[in-house]
């Protein structure tokens, strides 16, 4: 008797551990449900992933799987630095965001796709030309009323173009009634999304049509789902907010003159640089305002209480009246093209994207001839910064730096930059280290 019960016990504690070696390794973010045995220690566990997706999801779906979850560690433990700088930049753009998209009626989780997007670069441009924080292609954002010519390029503009990401994606929901298809469109346009629902038979699910879609969208959709997780639960993986580069709430002033920002800052005695970073529509920082067609300039509150007092006394009129005597006459700059140049070797340059030298010059293609003259601005002393910009053949890499940030810095792009120094990861790149910005440097 004794021997058969020691048998059975045994057999239990045997049965026990081979239970627990079956559960496999991947469950270790894995909370057991209380108060379930048996049956749902073999079902086992909840993913405390999706456990925390479940407590955020509000609209949109945060499905949890496989895919997620890589996408989610990616963010959490290889990119905990770049979360950290969206902490502190949200702070700034996500009021921004929230309002254009509560105007359409539009889920407010929606503004984590600008991090997906451009990682809250206004200044970002895409191998493709996508431009700004939601990286518009120029067709579309000229079919979402989006302006842009030589002074002004509102696919830079958060305000203008979180209306015109608010309202692509409105139509995107309505074209499919499912989040997740929107998101995707977004993307890859929905074109692609059309034609994968075909091919998966008709199914409107993000993740039944994925392996149809682009690669660049499969993994879209899980990196939208990962950051909303990591921008919610920084702080249980030990992220914590960067400083906000912007401590307070611009507010929006009218001029209607033709004034440079750099004369604009001298006369509110402000950073010219802080200046053209909360206005970073103004491509060749001026503002070309008039009666007819005001221009909107954003500043730091104080600045515009300051700026509605010159105003008032006149002494706002005599700042642009007396800008106006320091700009030289606006010509166009034309450039002559020499053999082994392209469009965009042209085009980072002199600071500007090769769909302004397509618009400028009427081009169809991108075929250029040795001694073609090329329009590529319309004034001479922004040549002249460009110019002295593009002469700088190498930098040295600062704390805090990254590919994209220095892309910007530069108007250059983070494959010219790959391609010059010969990096493969983002993550080779060492505050010292002495990298190339020119390609003819």
Same mark, same amino acid.
């Given at each position: 008797?004794?021997?058969?019960?020691?048998?059975?016990?045994?057999?239990?504690?045997?049965?026990?551990?081979?239970?627990?070696?079956?559960?496999?390794?991947?469950?270790?973010?894995?909370?057991?449900?209380?108060?379930?045995?048996?049956?749902?220690?073999?079902?086992?566990?909840?993913?405390?992933?999706?456990?925390?997706?479940?407590?955020?999801?509000?609209?949109?779906?945060?499905?949890?799987?496989?895919?997620?979850?890589?996408?989610?560690?990616?963010?959490? =433990?290889?990119?905990?630095?770049?979360?950290?700088?969206?902490?502190?930049?949200?702070?700034?753009?996500?009021?921004?965001?929230?309002?254009?998209?509560?105007?359409?009626?539009?889920?407010?989780?929606?503004?984590?796709?600008?991090?997906?997007?451009?990682?809250?670069?206004?200044?970002?441009?895409?191998?493709?030309?996508?431009?700004?924080?939601?990286?518009?292609?120029?067709?579309?954002?000229?079919?979402?009323?989006?302006?842009?010519?030589? =002074?002004?390029?509102?696919?830079?503009?958060?305000?203008?173009?979180?209306?015109?990401?608010?309202?692509?994606?409105?139509?995107?929901?309505?074209?499919?009634?499912?989040?997740? !298809?929107?998101?995707?469109?977004?993307?890859?346009?929905?074109?692609?999304?059309?034609?994968?629902?075909?091919?998966?038979?008709?199914?409107?699910?993000?993740?039944?049509?994925?392996?149809?879609?682009?690669?660049?969208?499969?993994?879209?959709?899980?990196?939208?789902?990962?950051?909303?997780?990591?921008?919610?639960?920084?702080?249980?993986?030990?992220?914590?907010?960067?400083?906000?580069?912007?401590?307070?709430?611009?507010?929006?002033?009218?001029?209607?003159?033709?004034?440079?920002?750099?004369?604009?800052?001298?006369?509110?005695?402000?950073?010219?640089?802080?200046?053209?970073?909360?206005?970073?529509?103004?491509?060749?920082?001026?503002?070309?305002?008039?009666?007819?067609?005001?221009?909107?300039?954003?500043?730091?509150?104080?600045?515009?209480?300051?700026?509605?007092?010159?105003?008032?006394?006149?002494?706002?009129?005599?700042?642009?009246?007396?800008?106006?005597?320091?700009?030289?006459?606006?010509?166009?700059?034309?450039?002559?093209?020499?053999?082994?140049?392209?469009?965009?070797?042209?085009?980072?340059?002199?600071?500007?994207?090769?769909?302004?030298?397509?618009?400028?010059?009427?081009?169809?293609?991108?075929?250029?001839?040795?001694?073609?003259?090329?329009?590529?601005?319309?004034?001479?002393?922004?040549?002249?910064?460009?110019?002295?910009?593009?002469?700088?053949?190498?930098?040295?890499?600062?704390?805090?730096?990254?590919?994209?940030?220095?892309?910007?810095?530069?108007?250059?792009?983070?494959?010219?930059?790959?391609?010059?120094?010969?990096?493969?990861?983002?993550?080779? !790149?060492?505050?010292?280290?002495?990298?190339?910005?020119?390609?003819?440097?």
């Amino acid at each position: 008797m004794l021997k058969h019960a020691l048998t059975l016990l045994i057999l239990c504690f045997s049965g026990a551990f081979a239970s627990f070696a079956a559960i496999p390794a991947d469950s270790l973010d894995t909370l057991p449900v209380a108060g379930q045995e048996h049956e749902a220690a073999a079902a086992y566990r909840i993913p405390l992933y999706e456990r925390q997706l479940d407590s955020i999801e509000k609209t949109v779906p945060l499905d949890y799987n496989e895919i997620v979850r890589s996408h989610i560690e990616l963010y959490t =433990y290889k990119r905990e630095g770049l979360v950290s700088r969206m902490m502190g930049l949200s702070e700034y753009y996500f009021p921004i965001f929230e309002q254009a998209l509560k105007e359409k009626g539009l889920p407010v989780e929606l503004k984590y796709l600008s991090i997906v997007e451009s990682a809250l670069n206004p200044m970002a441009v895409s191998r493709v030309g996508a431009t700004g924080l939601w990286q518009f292609m120029y067709t579309t954002a000229r079919e979402y009323g989006l302006q842009m010519n030589s =002074y002004i390029d509102e696919r830079r503009d958060p305000v203008a173009a979180s209306q015109a990401a608010a309202e692509y994606l409105n139509n995107m929901y309505g074209r499919y009634g499912d989040w997740l !298809l929107a998101i995707a469109s977004y993307n890859c346009g929905p074109g692609n999304v059309d034609r994968a629902i075909y091919k998966a038979g008709g199914k409107l699910d993000f993740w039944a049509i994925m392996p149809y879609l682009p690669r660049e969208t499969r993994n879209y959709v899980p990196a939208y789902i990962a950051v909303t997780y990591a921008m919610n639960y920084a702080k249980a993986h030990d992220i914590y907010s960067a400083p906000p580069e912007f401590a307070f709430t611009p507010m929006p002033v009218q001029i209607e003159k033709y004034i440079s920002l750099s004369s604009l800052s001298r006369s509110l005695d402000m950073d010219p640089e802080e200046l053209y970073l909360i206005n970073p529509k103004y491509r060749r920082r001026i503002v070309n305002g008039s009666g007819a067609s005001p221009q909107t300039v954003w500043l730091p509150p104080a600045k515009a209480e300051l700026y509605a007092s010159l105003q008032k006394e006149g002494g706002a009129a005599k700042v642009i009246a007396a800008s106006n005597d320091e700009e030289e006459t606006a010509e166009p700059v034309y450039y002559k093209v020499r053999s082994g140049d392209n469009l965009s070797a042209i085009a980072n340059r002199f600071r500007c994207s090769v769909q302004d030298l397509k618009v400028w010059n009427d081009l169809r293609g991108t075929r250029l001839v040795p001694g073609q003259r090329l329009l590529v601005s319309s004034e001479e002393k922004e040549i002249a910064a460009r110019e002295e910009t593009y002469l700088a053949k190498t930098y040295r890499v600062r704390r805090g730096d990254t590919l994209s940030s220095i892309a910007a810095r530069f108007n250059t792009s983070v494959a010219v930059l790959k391609e010059l120094n010969g990096i493969r990861s983002a993550s080779s !790149l060492r505050a010292g280290s002495t990298i190339r910005i020119n390609p003819e440097g």
